[in-house]
T-cell receptor
Framework: NAGVTQTPKFRILKIGQSMTLQCTQD?????MYWYRQDPGMGLKLIYYSVGAGITDKGEVPNGYNVSRSTTEDFPLRLELAAPSQTSVYFC????????????FGPGTRLTVL | GDSVTQMEGPVTLSEEAFLTINCTYT??????LFWYVQYPGEGLQLLLK?????DKGSNKGFEATYRKETTSFHLEKGSVQVSDSAVYFCALSAPNTGNQFYFGTGTSLTVIP
């Protein structure tokens, strides 16, 4: 059982470049999330989705976009990369009720130079 | 709003020492409480959870009790091992905020032989 998978594991971008971080889950979870983790800090929610076609902003959405066309996939798009977006990005998923534990992917380490 | 306050680190202990990591929360509803662990270079993994007052979550020798009267969920382990070296995150999920998760800033634990 793969759980939550993320690609790529590492990426270096130049300022102004764009990229998409991929996230896929095979647990049929309705809810999916994107977090960023800055060094020595906790996790900050960027965007979340409660189901296919529905997304909403979290605490730090500026500079990012998301889409949710299927239950399994929740890509995160950076349009114009800035050094402030250097971080580790985690995708997570959960059921919305009952056991609402979040399951995390292994993360993508992004550096913007 | 809902939030989690977690004991600052880093914490360094000798093997077989007793561990306590403090966590207190603020929530308007009746949240579920979680401890997640992050090993170096990996994503977050659920360590234990409690969904209602007075529940005790336990796993791998770690325990935490949901104390509504003190709004706390302190993590304890009687005898730590080198393999417990990791970052520990306290988190809450409240149904009245769409089951969004709120994470503490994390506490880094290093166990030395």
């Amino acid at each position: 059982n793969a759980g939550v998978t993320q690609t790529p594991k590492f990426r270096i971008l130049k300022i102004g470049q764009s990229m998409t971080l991929q996230c896929t889950q095979d647990m049929n979870h309705n809810y999916m999330y994107w977090y960023r983790q800055d060094p020595g800090m906790g996790l900050k929610l960027i965007y979340y989705s409660v189901g296919a076609g529905i997304t909403d902003k979290g605490e730090v959405p500026n500079g990012y976009n998301v889409s949710r066309s299927t239950t399994e996939d929740f890509p995160l798009r950076l349009e114009l990369a800035a050094p402030s977006q250097t971080s580790v990005y985690f995708c997570a998923s959960s059921y919305p009720w009952g056991e609402n534990t979040q399951y995390f992917g292994p993360g993508t380490r992004l550096t913007v130079l | 709003g809902d939030s989690v306050t977690q004991m600052e680190g880093p914490v360094t202990l000798s093997e077989e020492a007793f561990l306590t990591i403090n966590c207190t929360y603020t929530a308007t509803g009746y949240p579920s409480l979680f401890w997640y662990v992050q090993y170096p270079g990996e994503g977050l993994q659920l360590l234990l959870k409690a969904t209602k007052a007075d529940d005790k979550g336990s796993n791998k020798g770690f325990e935490a009790t949901y104390r509504k009267e003190t709004t706390s969920f302190h993590l304890e382990k009687g005898s730590v091992q080198v393999s417990d070296s990791a970052v520990y995150f306290c988190a809450l999920s409240a149904p009245n905020t769409g089951n969004q998760f709120y994470f503490g800033t994390g506490t880094s634990l290093t166990v030395i032989p």
